[in-house]
Structure formats: C-alpha cells, structure tokens
C-alpha cells in the first residue's frame, strides 16, 4: 500500500506523522447499506375491516355486504347462492305482520338416556339460538289464509329431531286439524336424534300418524325443503306433503352421498341429492327461490283451500 507522509510544524518542533491513502473501490463493487425500518414508522395504506360486517360467497367468492344480504334475504345478490337462514328470520319473510302466534314455546329436551355431554350441547345451542329446541311452531296468516306453521332451526343441532321436535309437530298439525287448517313444515334437518335414541325414531311415526288424521278431513299440507334434509325427517313428515317444494340447491336424502357410494361400491351422477336432480326424477314438486316462496305458498294455499273450509277458521 502506498504511503505518504504530512509534515506538521508546532512551536519549533518538527514532527513527521505517517497517513494512509485508502485503495481505489471498483465501481461494481459500490455497495450502500439500507436503512433499517422502523416498526413504530409508516402505518400502513391498508385498512382493517371490522368483522362481522362482510360474508364471503361460498359459491362465487363475491364479498356481500351483511346488510346488503340480510335484505336480500340470505341469498347473494351476484349467484343466487342460498346461504342458512334462521329460523324466526324464515317466519318473519313469510306470515303477515303480527299474525304469528308461538305454540308450546317453552318445551325442551332433557337427557333421558344420560348421553354424555348431551346436556352441554342443548345449553351451547340453546344460547346460539335462542331457542329451547330445534323447531318452532305456531298459528298465522300467510297471505289472507290462516295456517299452522313449523320451521326447524338448523343451528340448534342440526336440526335433529328429537322428543321436544316431534311432540310440537304433532300439537301443531292437531291443532290444525281441529281448527280444519292447512299445514305448512319448512324442514332443515340432518334427521332423528341421535342422543334420544328410540325415542327420537318414535317420533317418525308419532308425525306420521298426525298427518294422517289432517289428510282424513282432506286438509292440505305443504311441505318445504330446505338447506339439508336427510335421515328420520326426510324417511317421515317431510316426504309426506300433498305438494312438496324445495329451495334451489337443498340438499335431499335419507343416508349421505359418501354412505350410498362406500355401500353400493359405484359412482354417483351428478348433482345426485340435490333439489334439481330430483325434481328431474320426481321426489319434489317445485324448485322456488327464497324471495318468491311466500308468493308461491300463498298461490298454493288459495288453490288446495278453493271451495273448502280449510283456512277460514280464526
């Protein structure tokens, strides 16, 4: 390295002090060192959206906004996809302001076979729900025809059927085979009770045979299929209806897809269970879109009550 001395002068003395002429630094080898960020500097552009205010469509992705698909009544606005709906949100779209009277609204389940953790689930449920059980049932007007009304809560269990679910079906069709009206069941159901054992499978025959006192004194009865039907409900009242409708993409059978194809070791078609594979084969009646089931159940309850008594009881 090559050097070179300075000579520096101070009172009289004269010192020789060496200095050091660094090497040139080629100029691909130029380097600059970045500036560390610091984690309390620049916010970020991007802004938190709040939850619960946004739901993304399982079907097209699209992101609804919860007011916009509350209004829509739970269907998307770009698809048609039909999201769950609760139970009183089902009622409120469909009876006439004020009409709907509750029955038997206190009813609940208790562990009579001590299932294990039974009771915590019925509690859990309870309060995501605000329901004492999985249905709720009760006399109003649908359009200018009185009716008894039953819409199962999927939220609450499924949906299952157990004692406390077929007991306020059964009061409700009696009740309206006293007071000579037409029924109308909305069903989301995974099916009987597991937890209740027999006493959920009784229930499948106790409804049954209410039904068939109603269709004795030639009373209508509409059954509606929705989100998923399958097992005891669907093996009972809810294939029973003298017109039986779904809702467009309801899922309908007595054992799952993956049962049936493990069982009989062959590939399912298309669209197999779905309301549109079987109104094509003729389970079901009708396929009607959330938005127009009311006008459609009040067209069919003028028409199944024409000339009859069935509707005009108070």
């Not at 269990?157 to 004692?163: E, L, P, T, Y």
């Not at 989301?188 to 049954?208: D, N, P, V």
Request: glycine residues 8%.
């Amino acid at each position: 390295m090559d050097t070179t001395t300075f000579t520096k002068k101070s009172f009289g003395v004269e010192t020789v002090e060496p200095g050091l002429t660094p090497p040139p630094i080629p100029p691909a080898e130029t380097a600059f060192a970045k500036k560390p960020k610091l984690a309390g500097g620049k916010k970020s552009k991007k802004r938190d959206i709040p939850e619960g205010l946004w739901t993304k469509c399982p079907r097209c992705s699209a992101m609804i906004f919860d007011k916009e698909l509350d209004e829509n009544l739970k269907v998307c606005p770009k698809c048609t996809f039909h999201f769950p709906i609760r139970a009183r949100e089902r009622i409120h779209s469909l009876v006439e302001t004020c009409t709907f009277e509750e029955m038997d609204a206190e009813m609940s389940s208790v562990n009579i076979l001590k299932f294990a953790s039974y009771e915590a689930k019925l509690e859990r449920d309870g309060r995501a729900t605000l329901l004492k059980d999985a249905v709720v049932t009760g006399l109003c007007k649908i359009g200018e025809k009185r009716a008894a009304l039953g819409v199962m809560e999927f939220g609450f269990m499924g949906g299952s059927m157990g004692a406390v679910v077929g007991e306020k079906l059964t009061r409700l069709i009696e009740r309206a085979t006293e007071k000579e009206l037409p029924v109308v069941i909305i069903s989301a159901s995974g099916g009987a009770r597991m937890q209740e054992g027999a006493f959920s499978l009784m229930q499948m025959a106790k409804t049954s045979a209410a039904l068939a006192y109603h269709a004795q004194r030639f009373l209508p009865y509409i059954s509606v299929l929705t989100q998923s039907d399958y097992g005891g409900v669907m093996a009972s009242y809810a294939s029973l209806g003298d017109l039986i409708v779904a809702e467009p993409g309801a899922l309908i059978g007595f054992a799952g897809p993956r049962v049936i194809k493990d069982t009989t070791q062959a590939e399912l078609p298309p669209g197999f269970q779905t309301a549109e594979f079987l109104l094509e084969h003729g389970l079901i009646d009708a396929i009607i879109p959330r938005k127009e089931m009311k006008s459609q159940l009040i067209e069919y309850l003028d028409f199944l009550t024409a000339g009859g008594k069935a509707g005009t009881a108070s």
